[in-house]
Every structure is written in structure tokens, then in C-alpha cells.
């Protein structure tokens, strides 16, 4: 059950209307690092969760989320109130009101299609989406999540902070990125609480593959530290002496009836590539000028051949 408490968690001031900030500042709303999500995101996982002391902060911070939501769409109303009234009342002549309208960003979009509202989209437009919420019902996974959620947000706020020279909305914004930071330390602490909280889930990692790190990008640029070297890790820079992994073939394989057997093989013949032709195609019959060589011309291939063994002889000789 909810009671709606009039007051904002935090006084929202505007100094004057920015319909281009405003726009900017929905990200925050209905975008995915956004104060809506992050209250679905809370609210689904604590509704689920069988922990009652995890149950009790995920809901309470869900709930939180949710007066956030409601400070950062009053700064957004505040932000349009002066465009909507002109819009609404057609206050301005055509131009100067067109102009008002297409102050930047989304800020059309939010005038004439929401009215200078709060809408549940990012600044881009983009409408709210629950395929934001990225639960997995496993708490040692959720609570990473969520910690990566809060610093995405809080990251994003900061941004937005860089942007206005509106103290009132710095103010504004500055509390709600420094709730991010609070809730990351509660989820840090929550994940912790939880005695084995990695790997996540309830199966152990296979232990001949738990301490490899495989050097897969290789070349100028390669650094080593913590991460990827030292009595943690086996390292392997030789791919194709470690591969497959497994020790076996490294093909795919898959055991089949007989009769599906056969008519895979009869399949696989119908449909054999012929490595000896070579067809006049419809790219050869259509050729122009950038087309590259196409069968139908004579383009010295004798020549070429012979060009290339005479290469690959040299090179040899170098050697």
C-alpha cells in the first residue's frame, strides 16, 4: 500500500524555463540508468526475494527510486512550464513560438506531443521500456547489478550537473547523485552479507578452466597486471597449442540416427559446391567501371600465375 506524500524528498528550484535541458534531463526518467527503472528493477527483486532482511532494502530503496522519479519530472514540468503555456495558448507569433518549440535536443517532441509534461521517455525519445529491468532472480547476481546500475546512474548525473548553470538544479541533481552513491554502499554491504556470494548462482566453476586467462588479443598494446598475471592466474598466450581447451578435436560433432544420417549425406551431396566451375554470373553480365575483374574478360591469368609463382620464389630465396 502507498500514501503519497505531497512534498518532494528534495525542494525543487528553477531558476528559468531551459525546454532544451528539460529534454536532456528525461534520460533520468525513462531512460535505462533512469529513476523509473531503477524502481521496477527494486521492486520486482525485493517482491521476490526469500531473504527478509534483503526483501526489506530492496523495497525501500524501490520506494525511494520512485521520489526521485517524482523530483526529477517536477524539474522537468518546471523546465517547460513557460514553452506549454505558449504553445497551449498560442502566445507568440508562428516564428517566435517555432523557435521556442525547437529550443534543442528532444524539446519539440516533449512540446507538441506531451504537452512540456514529463513523458516517460530518454532525451532522445526513446519511449520506457521494461526490457530495462535486467533481474535475474539470484540475489548475488542482482546485487551486482545493481551496484553496476547505481554507478551508471550516479555517472550520468554527473553529466547532466555539467551541463546547467542553474544552481537550484544542481542542488536538485547533486542530492539525487548522491543517493546513487548511498544505495551502491547498501547493495555493496547486502552482497557481502551473504557468506559465498561468488561465483554467483549455486554451481562451482570447473576447476581446470577457473584460473585460465587466455591472451587472445596479442600484439603492441599488450599489458599485464593483477588481472592477468601473477599466482591467481595460468596464462596462455599460445593459442594453438592450448586449443581446444578440452583436449579434444575442436570440431562439432553430433551423433545421428541412421536414417537421419542418410538423409543428411544425401542433403550435403545435393547441395556440394563444384570447386572446378566457374559460371558466368549475373555480376559478369552487368560489370561497369569499379566492378573488379569478372569472368567473362581475359585478364591474363597465365600471367598472373606465373607472376605469383615467380613472387613466392623470391620470397623463398630471401628466407
Known amino acids: 500500500m502507498f500514501i503519497h506524500n505531497k512534498r518532494l524528498q528534495y525542494t525543487v528550484r528553477v531558476a528559468e524555463p531551459n525546454p532544451a535541458l528539460a529534454s536532456l534531463l528525461l534520460e533520468q526518467f525513462g531512460g535505462p540508468d533512469g529513476e523509473l527503472a531503477a524502481a521496477m528493477r527494486y521492486f520486482t527483486q525485493g517482491l521476490g526475494d526469500e531473504d527478509p532482511g534483503r526483501r526489506d532494502l530492496l523495497l525501500d530503496i524501490a520506494t525511494e527510486e520512485l521520489s526521485h522519479l517524482e523530483v526529477i519530472g517536477s524539474i522537468v514540468a518546471m523546465l517547460n512550464r513557460g514553452v506549454k503555456g505558449q504553445l497551449s495558448e498560442a502566445a507568440l507569433e508562428e516564428a517566435d513560438l517555432y523557435m521556442a518549440v525547437n529550443a534543442g535536443g528532444d ?21 520506457w521500456t521494461a526490457a530495462y529491468i535486467d533481474s535475474r532472480g539470484d540475489p548475488t547476481c542482482d546485487l551486482r547489478s545493481n551496484i553496476a546500475a547505481e554507478s551508471r546512474a550516479k555517472i550520468v548525473y554527473e553529466r547532466l550537473i555539467n551541463i546547467t548553470d542553474d544552481p537550484g538544479i544542481k542542488e536538485a541533481l547533486g542530492f539525487l547523485m548522491t543517493r546513487e552513491i548511498a544505495h551502491q554502499k547498501s547493495f555493496e554491504k547486502a552482497l557481502y552479507a551473504i557468506r559465498d556470494n561468488f561465483p554467483p548462482g549455486k554451481l562451482p566453476g570447473l576447476e581446470p578452466y577457473a584460473n585460465i586467462y587466455v591472451n587472445t588479443s596479442q600484439g603492441e598494446g599488450d599489458r599485464t597486471g593483477a588481472w592477468n598475471e601473477g599466482p591467481q592466474w595460468q596464462r596462455v598466450d599460445d593459442l594453438t597449442r592450448s586449443l581446444p581447451a578440452d583436449g579434444g578435436s575442436g570440431h562439432a560433432e553430433v551423433r545421428l540416427p541412421p536414417d537421419q544420417d542418410a538423409v543428411v549425406a544425401a542433403m550435403a551431396a545435393r547441395q556440394m559446391s563444384d570447386p572446378d566451375y566457374d ?31 615467380q613472387m613466392a620464389q623470391a620470397h623463398e630465396g630471401v628466407k
Open 107 to 127: 524539446s519539440h517532441t516533449q512540446s507538441i506531443l506531451y504537452g512540456g509534461g514529463p513523458a516517460l521517455t530518454n532525451s532522445s525519445g526513446v519511449p
Open 279 to 309: 559460371p558466368l554470373t549475373g555480376a559478369d553480365l552487368g560489370a561497369g567501371p569499379g566492378a573488379g575483374r569478372t569472368s567473362d574478360e581475359d585478364h591474363g591469368g597465365a600471367q598472373d600465375m606465373a607472376d605469383a609463382k
